[in-house]
């Protein structure tokens, strides 16, 4: 993990965590729900952006994410918050539907108690400021809700505010020591391409992603 990450308030960009307004994650949260709704069963073996996962893969990976930012809000620590990302393919359970839509009213409640910012929590088994795994949450409901559209063929309408969050965190993390986000080297884009081509972009995706055609692009 980069300094950048561990330490949002050195960037501006992103804004202070300590007095700053609180980030609110329920219209992202009720933007991945709609395209978790609008997925069919007979596309959960398609192909994704992430080239290692197919569609039921990526519901899956939301799920447990879902679930983990949330305990993470509540500083409830334990074994949702201790796995490390990526370990093994996440299985999708039948009852998938309710349990993401859960997760996700879930997660946007948490994230709105003003302790769920101050102090610190842990996440993927990573210790971490609450303001920066609030950040991380939203980053990735942005992101996977880019790669459950596109894979499955709907239309995707991220708030501004959400697209504003994910770019500050992507962008001061690629520009970090490191370089690249936790997703993977940055993709270059045209200059003055859209906001979420430039998140999509950083998050080592390539924007032009259709299924099968451009299987070029993979993440964790």
């Known amino acids: 993990m980069t300094d950048a990450e561990r330490n949002p308030d050195q960037h501006p960009e992103q804004g202070p965590a300590a007095g700053a307004p609180l980030i609110d994650l329920a219209a992202q949260a009720r933007e991945v729900a709609r395209l978790a709704a609008g997925t069919a069963e007979e596309q959960l073996a398609a192909p994704t952006p992430c080239s ?16 983990a930012f949330r305990d993470a809000a509540r500083k409830d620590r334990g074994p ?3 796995a490390p990302p990526g370990a093994a393919l996440p299985e999708l359970a039948p009852g998938w539907r309710a349990e993401l839509a859960g997760n996700l009213d879930a ?3 948490a994230w709105r108690a003003p302790a769920a910012w101050e102090g610190e929590t842990q996440v993927g088994g990573v ?3 609450g303001a920066a795994a609030g950040r991380f949450a939203l980053n990735e409901l942005v992101v996977h809700g880019w790669d459950l559209a596109r894979a499955t063929g709907q ?23 490191e370089g690249g ?7 270059p884009v045209s200059e003055g391409a859209p906001l979420l081509d430039r998140v999509v972009a950083l998050s080592g995706r390539h924007p032009d992603w259709t299924p099968p055609r451009n299987p070029r692009a993979s993440c964790p």
């Open 155 to 177: 239309e995707y309408a991220p708030d501004g505010p959400s697209l504003d969050v994910s770019y500050a965190l992507l962008a001061a993390t690629a520009a970090g020591p």
């Open 181 to 187: 986000s936790p997703f993977g080297a940055a993709v």
């Open 107 to 109: 997660l946007a409640a």
């Open 127 to 129: 210790t971490l400021p």
């Open 80 to 82: 949702t918050t201790e």
């Open 52 to 67: 290692a996962f197919a569609v039921r893969d990526l519901l899956g990976h939301l799920v447990g994410l879902t679930a």
